[in-house]
């Protein structure tokens, strides 16, 4: 991948970063395989926290998700987790006092991406993200790119790209982006090794 292709990229996902989900849903209204896999495998986003699974199951089941659809030749779902304890800069950045001031902030969140097989689900990618979506151009091995965004400060969020690798989702390409007032963003690629947003996975 070239430096300008590699940017172009970056670019495209800035402008998409704000776009919003396909629904949103409560967990308990998702189909069996989805809904399952979820409270298999979904925890809050502190380590310190407990796991969502020793929750009591019917405040989880009411908890509502944002949806996804990823297609490709394994079809599936991005799914993302809201709230405190799954969202931590939520409720605690630019001092916010309430819940509706503090659900308006961007954050990270948990995210998940789940591929189906008949009636199952298995967890292929997750992580603490802003946004997890798919790249709309071209396919590899027969599925999208994904680019996620981690917001890593005031004026300083993290790009990853991840491409299928034919068995899992692999970070390909990480950058630094600085906003400012400038119209052009500064955009400084780095090894993925480095990336704030993957060392939160």
Request: charged residues 20%.
């Amino acid at each position: 991948m070239t430096t300008s292709s590699a940017i172009a990229i970056l670019l495209f996902v800035l402008a998409s970063a704000l776009a919003s989900f396909a629904q949103s849903d409560q967990i308990s209204a998702l189909e069996p395989g989805l809904r399952d896999a979820l409270v298999r495998d979904a925890s809050c986003s502190s380590q310190s926290a407990p796991r969502i699974a020793d929750d009591p199951a019917a405040q989880f089941l009411q908890s509502h998700v944002k949806l996804q659809t990823v297609r490709g030749t394994h079809p599936g779902s991005i799914v993302v987790l809201d709230g405190a304890c799954h969202c931590p800069e939520r409720g605690s950045e630019r001092g916010a006092t309430n819940s509706a001031e503090a659900g308006s902030q961007a954050a990270n969140c948990a995210t998940y991406l789940y591929l189906r097989s008949g009636d199952s689900y298995r967890l292929a990618l997750h992580g603490v993200f802003a946004s997890l979506r798919p790249l709309s151009k071209g396919l590899r091995h027969g599925m999208p790119s994904l680019t996620a965004r981690f917001e890593a400060g005031d004026s300083k969020a993290e790009t990853v790209i991840f491409e299928w690798s034919g068995t899992e989702y692999k970070p390909t390409l990480c950058a630094s982006i600085v906003e400012s007032g400038k119209r052009r963003l500064p955009i400084t690629k780095h090894a993925c090794a480095a990336s704030p947003a993957l060392a939160v996975q």
